[in-house]
């Protein structure tokens, strides 16, 4: 298989996107707006249209959330003792930027990468990946970093959880998983005209999402502390992915597919609001400086990557 034929036109719309941006053709300030629509209204459409046409126990494949959990909290801790050796940052710094590297951009890089490399999954592995990251990894990330910046006191630790548990109750993507497996369990069958604006609106995922990845780098620069910007780096693009292969050889009667798949998201650079989650821990400029240099590093090792398991 070719890989440049995949991964070209993914990144062709990311260059769109950061030149539509770069150039007012789409304001910067649009670019939450298209990833607000993408992720209330696109990606709930693709988890509830795949739920309802499948039961989750059809879905869930728990040899790739066991590989996936394990690589992905590993990296972070990984990574967070590698910042923490530079000796340049506070720990809930070190924490709070820890959280890029083992978190990838399932839904914004991953899943188009997805849609051209198995077209039939992509919707299945998606929601696999929503629950790994946000009921999983990214709680123990925020609740590593909130116990590291618990000096400040003014957030317990019990407010912390508190507060992770009200932003997964108010996440649109994981009530559009709760009502997909509620449709599929009862059987209930949405009418055709609801389930054809799904498709729509499933099909409008993919060059959004990129063109969202592309335009979010603009205004973004590479700074200083290229010690740090090279581990986040490093660990996202290469530790990350390199574990999940670890762990692949090592694993029992793992389908192949579900390989592939783990690759592709393993690979992907960190996710787009990676600065804003590490902003409170005064961490956002050298998180948005990683999100551009790990994004552009990308097209090399994803490429490299999906050569290897393809």
Same mark, same amino acid.
């Given at each position: @298989? ?11 719309? @990311?260059a769109l996107g950061f030149l ?16 607000? *629509? ?61 959280? !890029? ?19 039939? @999954? ?42 992770? *548990? ?13 009502? !997909? ?14 389930? $054809?604006?799904? $498709? ?52 029992? $009667? *793992? $389908? ?6 783990? @690759? ?17 821990? !005064? ?15 990308s097209y090399v090792?994803?490429?490299? *990557? ?5």
């Open positions: @298989m070719n890989v440049l034929a995949i991964t070209a036109p993914l990144f062709t719309l @990311m539509a941006v770069k150039f007012q053709a789409i304001s910067k300030e649009a670019i939450p707006g298209i990833a607000r *629509f993408v992720l209330i209204f696109c990606i709930p459409a693709i988890i509830i249209g795949n739920l309802t046409k499948n039961s989750p126990s059809d879905i869930f494949n728990s040899d790739y959330v066991s590989i996936y959990i394990l690589a992905a909290v590993a990296t972070f801790f990984i990574s967070l003792t590698l910042i923490q050796l530079t000796g340049k940052r506070e720990a809930k710094q070190s924490s709070a930027l820890a959280i !890029g590297a083992a978190m990838p951009n399932s839904i914004f890089v991953g899943y188009p990468i997805l849609l051209q490399v198995m077209p039939d @999954m992509a919707a299945q592995v998606l929601v696999v990946c929503i629950l790994v990251e946000n009921l999983v990894v990214l709680p123990i990330a925020l609740l590593t970093t909130e116990y590291f910046a618990s000096d400040r006191r003014d957030k317990t630790l019990l407010e912390a959880v508190s507060s992770i *548990f009200k932003r997964l109750t108010n996440n649109p993507i994981l009530m559009a998983i709760a009502v !997909g497996v509620a449709l599929s369990l009862t059987g209930i069958q949405l009418p055709s005209f609801v389930d $054809d604006s799904l $498709d729509v609106l499933a099909k409008a995922a993919g060059g959004a999402a990129l063109v969202v990845i592309g335009g979010s780098l603009v205004g973004n620069a590479i700074r200083d502390d290229l010690s740090t910007l090279s581990i986040i780096a490093s660990a996202k693009l290469l530790i990350q992915p390199i574990l999940a292969l670890l762990l692949i050889s090592l694993w029992w $009667d *793992f $389908d192949r597919q579900w390989q592939i798949a783990l @690759m592709v998201i393993t690979a992907s650079p960190m996710l787009t609001i990676y600065p804003i989650l590490a902003a409170p821990y !005064g961490a956002g400029k050298i998180a948005a400086s990683s999100l551009l240099l790990t994004t552009v590093a090792t994803l490429n490299l *990557f999906l050569a290897y398991v393809l």
